[in-house]
Nanobody
Framework: QVQLVDSGGGLVQAGGSLRLSCTAS????????MGWYRQAPGKQREMVAT????????YADSVKGRFTISRDNAKTNTVYLQMDSLKPEDTAVYSC???????????WGQGTQVTVTS
């Protein structure tokens, strides 16, 4: 069984920065995509950013130019989300996700709260 541990959330003023981290409990081969998703109160969960093969990234329009997703090549099971120029509308629970090809699996972190005050 694999567990993903999210960390790095917190309370920050608008314009500030946070860095989220997500690490798997054990080494995993054949990782397909890693990503970050968020869910604000009363809203559906949405994709924030994804990364495949450490180079192919995809961002939600609302975070382009402000957030950066990356993977630690020395720690293949770790993914980061650098969040700059944070806005109150970025307030949500952020969860990481890992999809694995062999055997096929889909793992989620427990989530970390990000609160941005105006």
């Amino acid at each position: 069984q694999v567990q993903l541990v999210d960390s790095g959330g917190g309370l920050v003023q608008a314009g500030g920065s946070l860095r989220l981290s997500c690490t798997a409990s054990r080494s995993i081969s054949s990782i397909d995509v890693m990503g970050w998703y968020r869910q604000a109160p009363g809203k559906q969960r949405e994709m924030v950013a994804t990364i495949a093969s450490s180079v192919t990234t995809n961002y939600a329009d609302s975070v382009k130019g402000r957030f950066t997703i990356s993977r630690d090549n020395a720690k293949t099971n770790t993914v980061y989300l650098q969040m700059d120029s944070l806005k109150p509308e970025d307030t949500a629970v952020y969860s990481c996700r890992m999809t694995v090809l062999f055997p096929r699996a889909d793992y989620w972190g427990q989530g970390t709260q990000v609160t941005v005050t105006s």
